[in-house]
């Protein structure tokens, strides 16, 4: 399977100088670009341009690019030509976007954001070395990946430059532990599992959960402050702008550290993982949480746990977001009425009290035993490893489930993933 790799860059000044000049044609060329399809669409005349905006040809744009705006601008001809022409597709693939509806017109680039350039040809890797066209032999921060790619992506991010690339990695073959999972995440606690194992941000216990950014936050106001008092175009504007950018980077690297840390750790050990299909969005729409619910990073928990998935032989279920995990009783199935600061699950017919989370993540594995395993090892699908989305949109407490319930917890209790709590 492809798999991306991405590591810091040790430039020296030439070769700064040279990425900065292929970083700023890249962005010369999109905006120049974006220009003409703006003025395409606000004028809604037919331009020569303007099937760009049915059939997106990043092609027409780039002949038009070279007839033009190279002979203006002799300083093209100093970077290569494949950092105008990927910055035109980039375009492309936005106006694709916006025509369909999955996002908003593009904006144009401005210098020092999101700097980034692409190149292709003939790329080799020895060691922390890697050569790239026009650059030659660039060193790396730690050892490469022994692979042959044919393009790279170098971009600046707080002051540093990175390259990264894709690669063909084998499926690797793990030895699991564990047998089935599922996992519950939160806010209090970053993730839950029905084995008992609580999982937090860079927290001293499990029932802490200190985040990164709020543990950051007021480091991050008094930086920006300082910012807002420089003078604009000044230097010193420019290292306090610097230090704003490394002080947000090593936030969201403390975050992305540990995402990979959990999903590594998860995918490893058990054969197969049961999560929630959770709408982010719809979350994010909550103003008092929507903060704590953004700095967890749940879209990115799921996305890092569906490759790792297949990467370590792992099957990866996921459970229909209308499945009420957090209002159902792990041991009965009575359901009940959960607001969010209620943290113990107290079951009104049965008596069980256990932690809200513990109790949805033992739901979860309920549910799959009861709908997957009853029906076969391969019900949801692979169980060498995937993806597999599941629909329970039928009622929890219909004759089935009720029937194969005795057998689930007897079941769970056999993998040792059922407390039972008098």
């Excluded at 996992?183 to 029932?207: I, K, P, W, Y």
């Excluded at 792992?314 to 600061?341: A, N, T």
Aim: glycine share 6%; aromatic share 8%; hydrophobic share 35%.
């Amino acid at each position: 399977m492809l798999l991306g790799f991405k590591t810091q860059l040790a430039l020296n000044n030439k070769q700064r100088t040279l990425a900065a000049r292929h970083a700023g044609v890249a962005r010369h060329a999109y905006n120049w670009g974006l220009a003409i399809c703006k003025q395409a669409v606000e004028a809604k005349q037919k331009l020569p341009t303007a099937k760009v905006l049915r059939t997106a040809a990043a092609n027409d744009l780039h002949k038009r690019l070279v007839a033009e705006v190279k002979k203006a601008n002799p300083w093209y001809y100093e970077a290569s030509k494949c950092a105008p022409q990927q910055a035109l597709r980039n375009l492309e693939q936005a106006l694709k976007r916006w025509r369909s509806g999955q996002g908003r017109f593009p904006r144009f680039k401005r210098k020092g954001v999101r700097e980034s350039f692409y190149l292709e040809g003939n790329i080799r890797i020895s060691g922390n070395c890697i050569k790239v066209p026009i650059f030659g032999w660039l060193r790396c921060a730690e050892i490469l990946p022994t692979a042959t790619p044919k393009n790279v992506v170098i971009s600046l991010r707080a002051g540093r430059w990175y390259i990264s690339f894709k690669y063909e990695a084998p499926l690797l073959q793990v030895e699991k532990t564990g047998e089935v999972v599922g996992v519950d995440l939160g806010v209090n606690r970053l993730a839950t599992c029905s084995s008992g194992e609580m999982f937090a941000l860079r927290a001293a216990s499990a029932n802490d959960n200190p985040k990164p950014y709020r543990k950051a936050q007021k480091r991050l106001v008094r930086l920006q402050r300082r910012v807002s008092r420089k003078q604009k175009g000044s230097a010193n504007r420019k290292k306090a702008v610097m230090q704003l950018a490394r002080a947000h980077k090593r936030v969201a690297d403390i975050r992305l550290d540990n995402l990979h840390k959990l999903t590594s750790y998860l995918a490893k050990k058990y054969r197969v993982v049961v999560i929630e299909d959770l709408q982010v969005q719809n979350l994010l729409k909550n103003r008092s949480l929507a903060s704590s619910i953004a700095e967890c990073g749940l879209y990115e928990f799921r996305r890092q746990l569906e490759y790792k998935a297949q990467l370590y032989g792992c099957q990866l279920v996921v459970v229909d977001k209308f499945y009420p995990s957090s209002q159902l009783c792990s041991r009965c199935g009575h359901r009940q009425k959960m607001l969010l600061h209620q943290r113990v699950f107290r079951c009104e017919r049965c008596g069980l009290e256990l932690d809200r989370d513990l109790n949805a993540a033992l739901n979860l594995v309920q549910w799959y035993l009861a709908t997957c395993s009853s029906r076969g090892s391969d019900a949801c699908g692979d169980p060498s490893g995937g993806v597999v989305g599941v629909n329970s949109a039928t009622s929890h407490g219909s004759r089935k489930q009720e029937e194969s319930r005795d057998a689930t917890n007897t079941a769970l209790s056999q993998i040792g993933v059922f407390v039972s709590v008098s």
